[in-house]
């Protein structure tokens, strides 16, 4: 099975590429003219992805990530997320590999099988990296509107920790 499934990107690549041979494309200069414009939306994304990146590290680095989980976990029990979780919420909408650390170590402090980490898993995977994805997404386009797609977004992520905690406790 294992073979199987490592053969499943090759395959794919391979037939892509008998296609384009069949239909008499020139799948190098195809190749080439689409590296072409990835070149300039590259340039574009770069001093977002650089800002996101460089606040999730400064909050990190500067203690005050820790100093606002600390603070906002009592609202956090509140609603009925575990305030082990805080800083797992708050690294999430900055970075994705800062929240597979933070949930590295919720699972090794709590266990695997723990309501805390189950709730760390479900809030992992029901949510994504909100301001890195909105630094990609507005890069390209002309008309800006990103606070409205922020709050928007950041509203439906702490829904989703609320929601996924609730449906943890459960089941």
Do not use: N, W
């Not at 695997?112 to 709730?119: E, K, N, T």
Request: charged letters at 10%; glycine letters at 8%.
């Amino acid at each position: 099975m294992t073979t199987f499934l490592a053969l499943i990107v090759p395959t794919i690549f391979l037939g892509s590429f008998l296609f384009a041979i069949c239909r008499k494309v020139k799948v190098y200069d195809s190749f080439t003219q689409g590296m072409k414009g990835a070149i300039p939306l590259i340039v574009s994304i770069f001093p977002y992805i650089a800002a996101v990146t460089m606040l999730s590290k400064l909050l990190e680095v500067s203690g005050l990530g820790a100093q606002l989980a600390e603070l906002l976990s009592p609202f956090f029990h509140f609603l009925g997320v575990p305030e082990e979780l805080a800083p797992l919420i708050l690294i999430k909408p900055l970075s994705g590999s800062g929240s597979i650390a933070v949930i590295s170590d919720i699972l090794d402090i709590y266990g695997v099988d723990s309501y805390i980490a189950r709730c760390a898993c479900v809030l992992y995977g029901s949510s994504e990296t909100v301001f890195y994805i909105g630094a990609v997404y507005f890069s390209g386009i002309k008309r800006k509107r990103l606070h409205v797609a922020l709050l928007i977004s950041l509203f439906a992520y702490f829904l989703s920790i609320i929601v996924g905690c609730a449906l943890c406790r459960i089941l």
